[in-house]
């Protein structure tokens, strides 16, 4: 995996699930359809605009979007195993679109990761979620 210098590192903030949710913000029961298909919770779910062009530093899951068995340059990052995947994605503002220009090596999608780069309030919008945030990779590292 790849990593930061030491002046790099000092100016990251580490920043949690939570912390992605603004004040007051309490995410509704997972929605059904009329088929009784279960679907994304609040799609539009409200931001935190203060970390918009943050350097932030996030734990999470990786769920690849491109990239092959030796790198990947897209993924989805989720707060837990099997979002977006085997269970309706979390709201917007719990999923975070992460791209690296040059793919990373992801060697076990069960183990969760740090991710660093800077955050974006720009959302994405894909088949399996709508996102609420993206993330310019600069590096990831195994969650310790």
Same mark, same amino acid.
């Given at each position: 995996?790849?990593?930061? &210098? $030491?002046?790099?590192?000092?100016?990251?903030?580490?920043?949690?699930?939570?912390?992605?949710?603004?004040?007051?913000?309490?995410?509704?029961? $997972?929605?059904?359809? @009329?088929?009784? &298909?279960?679907?994304?919770?609040?799609? &539009?779910?409200?931001?935190?605009?203060? /970390?918009?062009? #943050? #350097?932030?530093?996030?734990?999470?899951?990786?769920?690849?979007?491109?990239?092959?068995?030796?790198?990947?340059?897209?993924?989805? /990052?989720?707060?837990?195993? *099997?979002?977006? $995947? @085997?269970?309706?994605?979390?709201?917007? &503002?719990?999923?975070?679109?992460?791209?690296?220009?040059? *793919?990373?090596?992801?060697?076990?999608?069960?183990?969760?990761?740090?991710?660093?780069?800077? /955050?974006?309030?720009?959302?994405?919008?894909?088949?399996?979620?709508?996102?609420?945030?993206?993330?310019?990779?600069?590096?990831?590292?195994?969650?310790?």
């Amino acid at each position: 995996m790849f990593t930061l &210098n $030491v002046a790099q590192a000092d100016s990251v903030k580490e920043v949690y699930w939570e912390d992605l949710v603004p004040k007051g913000f309490v995410v509704p029961p $997972v929605p059904i359809d @009329h088929n009784g &298909n279960m679907t994304q919770a609040q799609p &539009n779910a409200p931001l935190v605009e203060a /970390l918009n062009g #943050q #350097q932030v530093k996030i734990p999470g899951f990786v769920v690849p979007l491109e990239g092959d068995a030796d790198a990947i340059t897209e993924f989805l /990052l989720v707060p837990y195993f *099997g979002a977006c $995947v @085997h269970v309706p994605p979390p709201p917007s &503002n719990q999923i975070v679109y992460v791209t690296f220009s040059e *793919g990373v090596p992801i060697y076990n999608l069960y183990d969760a990761v740090w991710v660093t780069g800077t /955050l974006s309030t720009e959302g994405w919008q894909g088949d399996i979620a709508s996102v609420g945030y993206s993330l310019s990779g600069l590096s990831v590292a195994a969650f310790e």
